[in-house]
């Protein structure tokens, strides 16, 4: 059976809630599908985000990965098309660590590529009419962190992997000014998502 891993994260910088877990467990609550769904709540952390990843990665074998992270401010589900090995915070994560232009792995190359049909997915998810697009970048924070260490451990095999940020949940934003899409909404389109990054993969292997 195929396994799908997709994770999402803790809350963070004081937030009582972070959308994309949330978004996750709604995801597992309401799936249907043929692929045996796994996912796994992040610490917002450098080291141990990327730790917990290949740890994961290493004991369920997935198929595909997807990791979810919160963009604050972004209006629409983004895919990531770009994750670059550098690790910039603004803020200190939740241990502490507040990285200045630190390299993600001081071996690995400048950037990796998403493994996930990006532009497949943004279309999909709008043509179900929940706000979408691709993004060229994942930031510097946590969430490309996660991108690049998972895609450095899925290198050089058969996993697709790659990482989508979701806007913050109308609760979340409450009062901030910033743009939100309900839970349901969001999670209806990492579903999408799944989809059509497994039909993608079935057809990489001659499955469709």
């Not at 891993?5 to 994309?20: H, I, R, V, Y």
């Not at 610490?43 to 074998?61: D, N, Y």
């Not at 000014?177 to 349901?184: F, K, R, T, V, W």
Request: glycine residues 8%; aromatic residues 4%.
């Amino acid at each position: 059976m195929t396994t799908v891993l997709l994770t999402g994260f803790e809350p963070f910088a004081g937030a009582a809630s972070n959308s994309s877990w949330d978004a996750v467990e709604r995801v597992a609550e309401t799936w249907s599908g043929d692929a045996e769904l796994v996912i796994e709540l992040l610490p917002v952390t450098f080291v141990g985000a990327s730790a917990s990843m290949r740890e994961l990665i290493e004991h369920h074998k997935p198929d595909l990965v997807i990791g979810v992270g919160l963009a604050d401010g972004r209006a629409a589900i983004t895919p990531e098309r770009v994750a670059m090995n550098l690790e910039d915070a603004r803020i200190p994560d939740n241990a502490g660590d507040q990285p200045d232009s630190r390299a993600n792995d001081a071996t690995g190359p400048a950037a990796y590529f998403s493994g996930l049909p990006v532009k497949a997915i943004a279309a999909r998810i709008r043509e179900a009419g929940i706000p979408s697009q691709v993004s060229d970048t994942a930031g510097t924070y946590v969430c490309n962190a996660l991108m690049y260490s998972t895609m450095r451990a899925v290198e050089g095999t058969d996993v697709m992997a790659g990482f989508i940020h979701v806007p913050c949940s109308p609760e979340l934003a409450a009062g901030s000014g910033n743009p939100s899409l309900e839970i349901d909404e969001i999670a209806r389109g990492l579903t999408i998502a799944i989809e059509v990054s497994l039909e993608a993969l079935l057809s990489q292997i001659g499955l469709d």
